[in-house]
């Protein structure tokens, strides 16, 4: 998981069609009907799901898989929207942050796997009695266990040793996304492992091909760095593992290049792009 920054603009029909839904759905909660029914056509509309696979580079912004070669992907409410599970195992409950649906702030761009089969409803907190259940009770009080890529920086919490997440720190949030979020399941695993195994070839081309002087030898090493610092930027397929494997490998593994250490192959730095929801969190 990496730092996802969605665009400040807020899809116009969530803008619309989304706030008048929200508007509809509070008049309906205080009248105590909780039977919400969602607009799939809203919260999914092209333009929504269009915006927030470019932010995220047509990457999951769970796993970080690219997405659209193999599948159509989701558009995933954070904080699940009809009902939640406060942890595995729990029964549902209901209703869920249903002013939320529609929230920009709040969606994701996500791969079936991620959304569907392991987080589906799931929205830990640490302390219940602090977890928000209308449009009046303040989001900030809550400590979700949840990290959300489009607030905050996930690799503050996660790290990888290889293929393998894993808490920093033993960190609670740490754990409980990764392990929930099943970025750990064989498939991925395997994925991760051979895109490791591609990076770590890479380097140890560069190392072999520093020991000529040749013209077209310099050139290819320049060229292959290029791939290098592609690998680490945002856009490119687990960036986050591969800047932890980068940043931890041998010398031996990496040629001299790692004597300098990997800063010359890290992305620049993102400004934050302040976020304009529907409402405020």
């Not at 302390?127 to 009770?137: G, I, K, L, V, Y």
């Not at 996930?154 to 290889?162: D, K, Y």
């Not at 620049?268 to 969190?281: D, N, Q, T």
């Amino acid at each position: 998981m990496i730092r996802i920054l969605r665009p400040a603009t807020v899809p116009k029909v969530l803008a619309t069609h989304g706030r008048r839904l929200l508007g509809a759905y509070i008049a309906q909660y205080s009248q105590g009907d909780v039977a919400f029914v969602f607009d799939r056509d809203v919260y999914g509309h092209a333009e929504v799901k269009r915006a927030l696979r470019r932010a995220q580079h047509d990457k999951c912004g769970f796993c970080e898989s690219k997405v659209s070669h193999v599948a159509f992907g989701d558009v995933e409410h954070f904080r699940p929207k009809a009902a939640y599970r406060g942890r595995e195992g729990d029964p549902l409950t209901s209703p869920g942050y249903f002013w939320l649906a529609y929230e920009w702030t709040n969606l994701l761009f996500a791969c079936e796997p991620c959304n569907q089969r392991h987080k589906g409803s799931l929205f830990p907190v640490a302390d219940e009695a602090t977890r928000a259940h209308s449009p009046s009770d303040p989001i900030t009080r809550e400590s979700p266990l949840f990290i959300d890529p489009g607030s905050e920086d996930p690799t503050l919490h996660i790290g990888f040793r290889e293929e393998f997440p894993y808490a920093i720190g033993g960190g609670t949030r740490g754990e409980s996304t990764w392990r929930s979020l099943g970025l750990d399941r064989p498939a991925l695993l395997e994925r991760r492992r051979e895109h490791l195994q591609r990076v770590r070839s890479l380097r140890k081309a560069v190392r072999l091909l520093k020991r000529n002087t040749d013209k077209e030898s310099r050139a290819l090493v320049r060229e292959i760095e290029g791939q290098l610092r592609h690998c680490v930027e945002d856009n490119a397929e687990y960036a986050a593992a591969t800047r932890c494997m980068l940043s931890a490998a041998p010398t031996s593994d990496l040629g001299d290049s790692s004597r300098r250490g990997t800063n010359r192959l890290r992305p620049s730095p993102h400004r934050a792009i302040p976020h304009r929801g529907l409402h405020r969190k």
